[in-house]
């Protein structure tokens, strides 16, 4: 167990609808990050939260959305599903204040039918 | 712009030794990361390098050149379960890691 949660582990849904996926960081971590890795494939970045406050975006499609909350949990939001959005979505944390020394979640597998 | 290259897929034989290349271009440079990663799982923590040289850390060890803008991954006596994705990862001046597509090691008995 790495320490960071990730929920739920699976999901299946259909073309257009909109899903959350949810992140517990790691205990003292401060930074959240999010990863999407579509089938063999490499992680593409997408967002990071440093105490509730965006720090960093990369390739997040406008579809996407995330928010850290106060307790720093963080949750990533998906609307108007595609099929092409299926993947594995990753959560990291790490202090966000020393070198990143990434802590993953196991992930949540998504498919979209 | 920003860049990592590694080599898309390597395969070695059981008991062997793989080296695994990386190279980067980077806004800055406040290290190089080393995870490696089974299908379907989670990415783990290998090995970070800052400064030019090797570090060795049992059967594992990388390698970093900064002024080539070089690392690489050396596998010893590899076993079955060595095969997997490796993936190189270089932080910026702005503390982000960007991330190489990552190299598929497929060991073969």
């Known amino acids: 167990d790495s320490g960071v949660t990730q929920t739920p582990k699976h999901l299946i849904t259909a073309t257009g609808q909109r899903v959350t996926l949810r992140c517990s960081p790691r205990?003292?971590?401060?930074?959240v990050y999010w990863y999407q890795q579509s089938l063999d494939q490499g992680l593409q970045f997408l967002i990071q939260y440093y105490n509730g406050e965006e720090r960093a975006k990369g390739n997040i499609l406008e579809r996407f959305s995330a928010q850290q909350f106060p307790d720093l949990h963080s949750e990533l939001n998906l609307s108007s599903l595609e099929l092409g959005d299926s993947a594995l979505y990753f959560c990291a944390s790490d202090r966000g204040t020393e070198l990143p020394g990434y802590t993953f979640g196991s992930g949540t597998r998504l498919t979209v039918v | 712009g920003q860049n990592i290259d590694q080599p898309t897929e390597m395969t070695a034989t059981e008991g062997a030794i793989v080296q695994i290349n990386c190279t980067y271009q980077?806004?800055?440079?406040?290290?190089l990361f080393w995870y490696q990663q089974h299908a379907g799982e989670a990415p783990t923590f290998l090995s970070y390098?800052?400064l030019d040289g090797l570090e060795e850390k049992g059967r594992f060890s990388s390698f970093l050149s900064r002024s080539k803008g070089y690392s690489y991954l050396l596998l010893k006596e590899l076993q079955m379960k060595d095969s997997a994705s490796y993936l190189c990862a270089a932080l910026d001046s702005n503390y982000q890691l960007i991330w190489g597509a990552g190299t598929k090691l497929i060991i073969k008995p």
């Open positions: 390098n800052v």
């Open positions: 980077t806004s800055g440079f406040n290290g």
């Open positions: 205990s003292g971590d401060l930074s």
